[in-house]
């Protein structure tokens, strides 16, 4: 079964900084685009970034930008989200998620369109 498996969440203060590794079990990811999203305690699951299969293009949520930037590895098959200049609102579950081929680039802040969801990682942000 294919697993995407998160790393790198943990306490952090305001201001502060972490980065967000996501690491799928089999090869063939590399091929799809990839997302992060993330859940906080009574809140829908919201979408965060995404990037296109070879990287080349990413998108981000606006309360996001300027401030957290996705990237991968293909020789690695890795997907980072680097994080900075945390804010407490940035508190949450993170996801990392495997955009479904079948939908287009339109659907990449949609969680429909993606069929491999990671276990999730907690980030908390202290005030």
């Known amino acids: 079964q294919v697993q995407l498996v998160e790393s790198g969440g943990g306490l952090v203060q305001a201001g502060g900084s972490l980065r967000l590794s996501c690491a799928p079990s089999?090869?063939?990811?590399?091929?799809?685009?990839m997302g992060w999203f993330r859940q906080a305690p009574g809140k829908e699951r919201e979408f965060v970034a995404a990037?296109?299969?070879?990287?080349?293009?990413?998108n981000y949520a606006d309360s996001v930008k300027g401030r957290f930037t996705i990237s991968r590895d293909n020789a690695k098959n890795t997907v980072y989200l680097q994080m900075n200049s945390l804010k407490p609102e940035d508190t949450a579950v993170y996801y990392c998620?495997?955009?479904?081929?079948?939908?287009?680039?339109?659907?990449?802040?949609?969680?429909?369109?993606?069929?491999?969801w990671g276990q999730g990682t907690q980030v908390t942000v202290s005030s």
């Open positions: 998620a495997a955009h479904d081929p079948r939908y287009g680039v339109s659907t990449y802040y949609r969680t429909y369109a993606y069929n491999y």
């Open positions: 089999a090869r063939t990811f590399s091929v799809r685009a």
């Open positions: 990037i296109s299969s070879s990287g080349g293009n990413t």
